[in-house]
C-alpha cells in the first residue's frame, strides 16, 4: 500500500535562507507524487507535481523538487526563503496500489517558519 | 477560471443534528473528491464522485454520504453529527484519470460540532 512520511512537523528557516522539506513515499507501483501548499485557513494549492517524466520537477513560487526512487524521496527545495512562504506543505501520493482509487494519501505536513 | 467553490464557508451545528456542504468544481471537471482535515487526523479521503456515481469511499461511517448531480457539482452529507466531525471538508476536482492528473481543492467549509 501507499504511503507518505514527511521528516519534521515543523521547520524554521531565515529569510534568504534554503528551504528543505523532506518526504519519503511508499508505493508499489510507479508512483505519482505532489506538492500542495496550505496557507493559514485556506484549501490547498498545488505547488508541483511528479508524473514520470523528467525527474527535477519545477513548481509554482519558485519550488522544485526531485524524484530519487533509489531513495524513494521526493524533497521539496527553494534556494531562498521568503516571508510568504510560511505556511503548511504536504506531500502526497495518488493512491493506485489497486487500480485508480482516487485517493490522495497525504503526508502528516510541515509547518514551515520563516524568521526575518 | 474559476476554481472550486464550496459553501458554506463556516457552519455550527449541534450533535445529532444533519449538515449538508456542497462543492461546485471546475469547469470541465468531471471528478470530485471530498477530504476531511481534523485537527490531529491529517487529510483524510472521504469519497470519489465521478460521471455521478460514488466510484470509492474511505473509512468512515454510512452516516458520511453525498452524491454528483448531472452538472457535476457535489453534495457531501453528514448525519447524526458527533464532536469529531469538527474539521475542515475540502472538495477537489480533477479531470478524469486522477492517478496522474491532480486535485484541484476548494477553499473548505469549517464544521465545527457543539
Known amino acids: 500500500a501507499q504511503s507518505v512520511t514527511q521528516l519534521g512537523s515543523h521547520v524554521s528557516v531565515s529569510e534568504g535562507a534554503l528551504v528543505l522539506l523532506r518526504c519519503n513515499y511508499s508505493s508499489s507501483v510507479p508512483p505519482y507524487l505532489f506538492w500542495y501548499v496550505q496557507y493559514p485557513n485556506q484549501g490547498l494549492q498545488l505547488l508541483l507535481k511528479y508524473t514520470s517524466a523528467a525527474t527535477l520537477v519545477k513548481g509554482i513560487n519558485g519550488f522544485e523538487a526531485e524524484f530519487k526512487k533509489s531513495e524513494t524521496s521526493f524533497h521539496l527545495t527553494k534556494p531562498s526563503a521568503h516571508m510568504s512562504d510560511a505556511a503548511e506543505y504536504f506531500c502526497a501520493v495518488s493512491d493506485l496500489g489497486s487500480g485508480n482509487t482516487g485517493k490522495l494519501i497525504f503526508g502528516q505536513g510541515t509547518t514551515l517558519q520563516v524568521k526575518p | 477560471e474559476a476554481g472550486v467553490t464550496q459553501s458554506p464557508t463556516h457552519l455550527i451545528k449541534t450533535r445529532g443534528q444533519q449538515v449538508t456542504l456542497r462543492c461546485s468544481p471546475i469547469?470541465?471537471?468531471?471528478?470530485v473528491y471530498w477530504y476531511q482535515q481534523a485537527l490531529g487526523l491529517g487529510l483524510q479521503f472521504l469519497l470519489w464522485?465521478?460521471?455521478?456515481?460514488?466510484?470509492n469511499r474511505g473509512n468512515f461511517p454510512p452516516r458520511f454520504s453525498g452524491r454528483q448531480f448531472p452538472n457535476y457539482s457535489s453534495e457531501l452529507n453528514v448525519n447524526a453529527l458527533e464532536l469529531e466531525d469538527s474539521a475542515l471538508y475540502l472538495c477537489?476536482?480533477?479531470?478524469?484519470?486522477?492517478?496522474?492528473?491532480?486535485?484541484?481543492f476548494g477553499p473548505g467549509t469549517r464544521l465545527t460540532v457543539l
Open positions: 477537489a476536482s480533477s479531470l478524469r484519470l486522477a492517478g496522474a492528473d491532480e486535485q484541484f
Open positions: 469547469s470541465g471537471h468531471t471528478s
Open positions: 464522485y465521478d460521471e455521478g456515481e460514488e466510484r
